[in-house]
């Protein structure tokens, strides 16, 4: 079956260090992935889409990796603030939008 | 431009009752999504509509029914609630592939 799995629930970081963010997936042939971001009790909001051609994408300090042979997607934030604590989704688009459980960003002062 | 429009925000259910989720979107998309978030369990695709007149089934659809009746309008049902439905819901709408989502604020269902 379909599955999508983001490295680790919670991640924690210094301020001003690289967040590097996993997810994988499997049985899965996604034409393009999003990333998302989701703060307590909102919506998420879109990030970044990646096509499946795509090696990298890039929007201010975020910046997404897409490998079609590993099936995985790496999302970086560099210079990261504590504003930037998150849970971050990931959502390989195959037919349907599905998401990852999501990891849980701390960026700490 | 109001986006994604989820009522009720809250609701308590009694088990066995009935209700209806009403999700509006005001930017002419046409795929519509619904999603619920229990701790740890992420978003889970429920149902979704690629257009007005049809829908289909995501990962979790079992205990819930919906309808697109109109373009804009998205209805999550639910015909007998059970307190494994108490969760928050989420509505999304998008204009179609290759493009962003955007959510609702969500509903938070209790149903005891």
């Known amino acids: 079956s379909q599955k999508i799995e983001q490295n680790s629930e919670a991640l924690n970081i210094q301020e001003g260090k690289t967040a590097t963010l996993t997810c994988n997936y499997t049985?899965?042939?996604?034409?393009?992935l999003q990333w998302y971001r989701q703060d307590p009790g909102r919506g998420p909001v879109f990030l970044l889409l990646?096509?499946?051609?795509?090696k990298e994408k890039r929007k201010e300090r975020l910046k997404v990796t897409f490998d079609t042979t590993l099936k995985q997607s790496l999302f970086h934030i560099t210079a990261s603030q504590p504003a930037d604590s998150a849970t971050y989704l990931c959502?390989?688009?195959?037919?349907?939008?599905?998401f990852g459980a999501g990891t849980r960003l701390t960026v700490k002062p | 431009n109001a986006g994604v429009t989820q009522t009720p925000k809250f609701r308590v259910l009694k088990t066995g009752q009935s209700m209806t989720l009403l999700c509006a979107q005001d930017m002419n998309h046409e795929y519509m999504y619904w999603y619920r978030q229990d701790p740890g369990m992420g978003l889970r695709l429920i149902h979704y509509s690629v257009g007005e007149g049809t829908t289909a089934k995501g990962e979790v659809p079992d205990g819930y029914n919906v309808s697109r009746l109109k373009k804009q309008n998205f209805l999550l049902g639910l015909e007998s609630a059970a307190p494994s439905q108490t969760s928050v819901y989420f509505c999304?709408?998008?204009?179609?592939?290759?493009?962003?989502?955007?959510f609702g604020q969500g509903t938070r269902l209790t149903v005891v």
């Open positions: 959502a390989p688009y195959n037919n349907d939008m599905r």
């Open positions: 990646i096509r499946e051609n795509e």
């Open positions: 999304a709408s998008n204009i179609g592939q290759y493009t962003e989502a955007f």
């Open positions: 049985n899965y042939s996604p034409a393009y």
